[in-house]
């Protein structure tokens, strides 16, 4: 079983900054590829960054420019640095992870989420 923890969402104004990461952590093989999505109230659940093992990375449009996503060196996190943000960025956001396990399984794991709130 394959773990996801986030951390450092919170409350920020317009036009301020906030980093979150995740750690994968239990029987990892190999990670294929991690990334962030949110959902906001009313919405449905979307993309909002991807990377690969490769290090390929893929941003919705509304993100392009202002959030980048990013690897540890260890490879079983992804950082998501958001800069420039607005209050239609106000969301739950989760990490998700898709990869192999040490059992010769696939997983595609999900983090519990963590609150963003961009006030005007």
């Known amino acids: 079983q394959v773990q996801l923890v986030e951390s450092g969402g919170g409350l920020v104004q317009a036009g301020g900054s906030l980093r979150l990461s995740c750690a994968a952590s239990?029987?990892?093989?190999?990670?294929?590829?991690m990334g962030w999505y949110r959902q906001a109230p009313g919405k449905q659940r979307e993309l909002v960054a991807a990377?690969?093992?490769?290090?390929?990375?893929n941003y919705a449009d509304s993100v392009k420019g202002r959030f980048t996503i990013s690897r540890g060196n260890a490879k079983n996190t992804v950082y998501l640095q958001m800069n420039s943000l607005k209050p239609d960025d106000t969301a739950v956001y989760y990490c998700?992870?898709?990869?192999?396990?040490?059992?010769?399984?696939?997983?595609?794991?999900w983090g519990q989420g963590t609150q963003v709130s961009v006030s005007p």
């Open positions: 990377i690969t093992s490769g290090g390929s990375t």
């Open positions: 998700n992870a898709r990869g192999s396990t040490g059992w010769g399984t696939v997983f595609d794991s």
């Open positions: 239990g029987s990892i093989l190999s990670i294929y590829a």
